[in-house]
């Protein structure tokens, strides 16, 4: 009976358990995660410790110390708690551990080294804690062959814009998006311009789209074109009476609470106001106060959290701010002489309306008290900046702030990710990004928490989006978790190929290229075929080469009775020996005014006359 039933187990194995559609093996969260995992040398070039991972939070950080092997397999673990303190000392020396409970209180002092590496890890412990900064997972959204210089996630997290130098905007759906990161559509605003900002409208229907060209362009959620901003007269020299924008933009923003209003800053040295509804008009015109009469471009703009402040960054190093109110011009509120010593190419307001934050190609980002303007709060150097459009943003706690560098020359570091803390005014941490690429725009998305950052240089460019699957939410989680669809036998379709040589010349197929070609050069005409030479006698009026052929064809075949000997002759010799025979013989005019001319006399050849 046991050898019966070993027989029917065995072929009991050949046949599946279930019938119907068969369930296909599905790839963990944990292995996905875990190949787009960012590597420790990137995170932190400036950390001691290469090691752990900067800026991490504490679930985070648990998380990746469960899925790492450990790096000190003979130490003993505690199971009843938490290690509180730097590590013990080596097993040899622990002779008095006491395993009843958790260890509190320092421990024996280790070796100095180890003092600092474990100060380090305690600090970045306890920066992850307090901040809770998503670092330990990163994809990249490609697609642009120069640097990406604009950025815009809407409201809800679900869309991404990523505009470039290559003068092309693209669009991301994290909804329809699979692993292969691919974006749904592409749009090329204005030809030859670069695209230097976007912006979402409020309710995220619309978005707007600031080119080096004069005039900003409207686009719906889906990227079709609803309209583009009127250009003004170039020849009119008050900016006020001009319709709009004369010169390339430079930035431009939607207004935060209504979605009818945007604001535009040009080279042409001036600020605009727009209605949406009205493509053709603007609703307010702003001249920045200059301390010289002319034209200074405006760099960059931005709007406050209600809308009723404006600030502009102007050409000479100026900050100023405009408020909102009944019967307001443009002259400002506030005036910063020289705020920088460059151009600005970022300015960004706390929600409180307290702070403003400022970035400059000097290098420099700048912290301002809004109540106390005449001198800042805080200037960080050793920030390098080389766009225009490299940007300031805000943690969704505020707590933070962040601005990308750029890569220099002679530097190692890369473009990197600064974080600053806003209440000690410090520098948190530093996260390499690129180590070719400069970093230029960057923000952090408050639903889904995750931190998007713009690079590039002049042959690639690309968005990279860091995340933590413990702290994140959506976003990059929903498009990293989507395999790319596999091809099946359906999506292979043979078109049927129909032979009809009788149709009529409207219904007949033409004929490939290949064809076309070999047609084309057998006939002669068309194909310019130079005549080929006729060997024996001649034939269609043609003249052969034979033996009875033309006198001058048969002595230029025998060769060398025939010689032209003009190359060598002078010129002026071989016209005189022919003076004898007309004076003595004169044919056709001579004689006519044989006895009126005068007898000519030719002039002597003279040596030196030639030589000079």
Known sequence: MEEEGDMYDGVRAQFPLSFGKQSKPQTPLEAIHNATRRSNSNANPNSKTTNELPSLSSSSREW????RPSKN???????????????????AAADDDDDDGEMIGPPPPPPPPNVSDSEDDLDQDEVGTRFRIPLSNEIVLKGHTKVVSALAVDQTGSRVLSGSYDYTVHMYDFQGMNARLQSFRQLEPFEGHQVRNLSWSPTADRFLCVTGSAQAKIYDRDGLT????????????????????????????????????????????????WDVNDFKSQKQVIKPKLARPGRVPVTTCAWDRDGKCIAGGIGDGSV??????PGWGSRPDVHIEKGHEDD????????????LLSRSFDGSLKVW???????????????PNHYGQTNIAFSPDE???????????????????????????ELVSRVGISPTCSVVQCSWHPKLNQIFATTGDKSQGGTHILYDPTLSKRGALVCVARAPRKKSIDDFEAKPVIHNPHALPLFRDQPSRKRQREKVLKDPLKSHKPELPITGPGFGGRVGTSQGSLLTQYLLK????????????????????YADVAAKDPKFIAPAYAETQPEPVFAKSDSEDEEK
Not at 320 to 325: A, C, T, V, Y
Request: aromatic residues 6%.
């Open 320 to 325: 100023q701010i405009w408020n909102i109110k």
């Open 226 to 273: 609803l309209g583009e901003f009127v250009k003004g007269d170039m020849y009119i020299r008050d900016l006020k009476n001009t319709k709009g924008h004369i010169s390339g933009l430079t930035c431009g923003e939607w207004h935060p609470k209504t979605k009818e209003t945007i604001l535009t800053s040009s080279e042409d040295g001036s600020l605009r106001i």
């Open 73 to 91: 397999p003979t130490l003993p673990d505690d199971d009843d708690g938490p290690m509180v303190g730097p590590p013990p000392p080596p097993p």
């Open 399 to 425: 707590q933070l702030f962040l601005t990308g560098t750029s890569v220099e020359r002679e530097s190692s570091t890369g473009g990197l990710l600064c974080f600053f803390d806003r209440v000690n005014l």
């Open 558 to 577: 025998k060769g060398g009775m025939i010689k032209e000997t003009w190359m060598e002759e002078d010129p002026r010799e071989a016209i005189l020996k």
């Open 64 to 67: 990746l110390s469960s899925l």
């Open 344 to 355: 600005i190419s970022s300015l960004k307001f706390s929600s409180d309306g307290r702070i």
């Open 369 to 383: 008290d809004l109540r106390k303007m005449k001198e800042p709060l805080k200037v960080f150097e050793d920030l």
